[in-house]
């Protein structure tokens, strides 16, 4: 047998779950895709005395989209995210980062908000959330609270959810008008881990102008990374490409990119550089 | 052997359209019960985690990684693995197209490759050679170079289309 021992409970609703995340007390992993931590557990890197099984529990598998937002269940596989043609229309941004996660058949298990309570740090949703200020729904038996994406991703592997709280549902806010959605990323092969990925957005004013810009990257730290001052140098100013090259430069010189055999920091940071200007530029070309 | 019992639990799926009734270990992977349980060694495992696609299967109907499922996660479930691809004796066009492009050479892979590659068709039946490398790219060959392998895609889109008679050991 290939995974390591644990204790398995298929609660058949919330309450029970956050029952059972409060009673095993840090003890315990939460299961519904299973693409992340099964891997985790295959390899040894985890081996979680207990594991609670939320595949049953009714009311979880839901996406609504619709003007005033998208919210997506912890119940949602990517692939049915990625099929959902009202999200494509209210998340764009969400629709555009999708495909590139892992491969199909990953993508046919694996949840939406299971690839950000896992946090990988080369994963594309969470630089998503980051981007789009999405708001994060945890449950537990001390009630409902609600973290913008700004405080959930505090680490490598890591969130801002306590060992009691279960991830239930991710809002993502209303998207607006004359705003577009950009997502670039380089990998070895399509489906790998990004080297480098961008998520990006451009909303314009009715005079053309730069009125809201939100530039997010993954695989260049622990966490996604926000490149705010990229974002306030393009407000107010016309979408051209020099403007955008000089954001992303901006941007690629203010990360701090790990160096591995993919890729130096040097790569890295150019590569962030270049992938920047061209989510950016998607961005602005995809506004109707 | 931990130093406890593993957990049982009832599962009941079908596989290749026949109904299995089993009590499996909670921690056995859905790969090792349709081996070494339900004992249809096709479904090959290589990595175990996730990364090279052999043990591919088609849950119902979308390609999945076996290894990464508990079987208790397939309850209910329709499965079909590579030995229900091929019916009374007549091989699946994608295994026919393969068998004619030569597509494999040790063929360790193929049971992913050919259920990967079913899928795609059920939804996709006309891809173009960049669909079919980008829906392949979750599997991995370390014999062929992946050429044959689209080829042999591209030779079961033909069968298809004219009415799944055997190319006859045309090269793609």
């Known amino acids: 047998m290939k995974l390591p021992p644990f204790e398995y409970h298929r609660p058949s609703s919330i309450d029970e779950a956050v029952q059972l995340l409060a009673d095993l007390d840090g003890e315990a992993k939460v299961l519904a895709g299973g693409q992340s931590l099964l891997p985790v557990m295959a390899l040894r890197i985890g081996a979680p005395p207990h594991l609670i099984d939320i595949g049953n529990i009714a009311g979880l598998d839901a996406i609504t989209a619709n003007a005033s937002g998208v919210i997506i269940g912890c119940l949602v596989r990517q692939a049915e995210a990625e099929e959902h043609t009202a999200l494509a229309e209210h998340a764009p941004l969400v629709a555009k980062a999708l495909p590139n996660i892992g491969h199909r058949a990953i993508r046919n298990r694996g949840t939406v908000c299971g690839s950000l309570a896992h946090a990988d740090p080369a994963a594309e949703l969470p630089a998503v959330c980051l981007a789009l200020d999405a708001t994060l729904v945890a449950r537990s038996v001390r009630g409902e609270r609600l973290i913008p994406a700004a405080d959930f991703f505090v680490g490598f592997l890591d969130t801002a959810l306590g060992d009691d709280e279960l991830l239930t549902e991710v809002r993502f806010p209303a998207w607006g008008r004359r705003r577009g959605a950009g997502f670039a990323e380089l990998s070895r092969r399509h489906g790998d881990y990004a080297i480098v990925g961008v998520a990006a957005t451009v909303s314009l004013d009715d005079a053309g102008a730069v009125d809201h810009v939100a530039l997010a990257f993954t695989g260049v730290a622990a966490t996604p990374v926000r490149s705010e001052a990229a974002e306030q140098q393009l407000i107010g100013t016309a979408p051209t490409s020099q403007s955008f090259a000089a954001a992303a430069r901006t941007a690629a010189s203010a990360i701090d990119p790990p160096s591995d055999l993919h890729g130096s920091v040097s790569y890295r940071r150019h590569l962030a550089g270049v992938l920047a200007a061209r989510a950016l530029g998607e961005a602005t070309r995809s506004i109707r | ?172």
Request: glycine share 12%; hydrophobic share 35%; net charge negative.
């Open chain 2, 1 to 172: 052997m931990t130093s406890q019992a593993d957990q049982q639990i009832a599962v009941g799926f079908t596989i290749n359209g026949q109904r299995h009734d089993l009590d499996v270990s909670v921690r056995r992977t859905l790969a090792e019960v349709i081996r070494e349980e339900v004992g249809l060694t096709g479904t090959h495992l290589g990595c175990e985690h996730g990364v090279c696609g052999a043990c591919t299967v088609a849950l119902d109907g979308r390609p999945v990684r076996s290894c990464l499922m508990l079987a208790i996660q397939a309850d209910g479930a329709s499965i079909t693995t590579i030995e229900g691809l091929a019916t009374d004796g007549v091989l699946h066009p994608v295994q026919q197209g393969m068998h004619d492009s030569h597509g494999f050479q040790c063929a360790f892979c193929a049971p992913g490759f050919l259920i990967t590659a079913a899928c795609m068709l059920e939804s996709n039946p006309t891809p173009t050679r960049e669909q079919i490398r980008e829906e392949l790219s979750g599997n991995l060959c370390r014999c062929t170079g992946y050429h044959s392998i689209i080829d042999g895609v591209e030779t079961a889109v033909r069968l298809m289309q004219s009415g799944n008679e055997s190319a006859g050991g045309e090269h793609a």
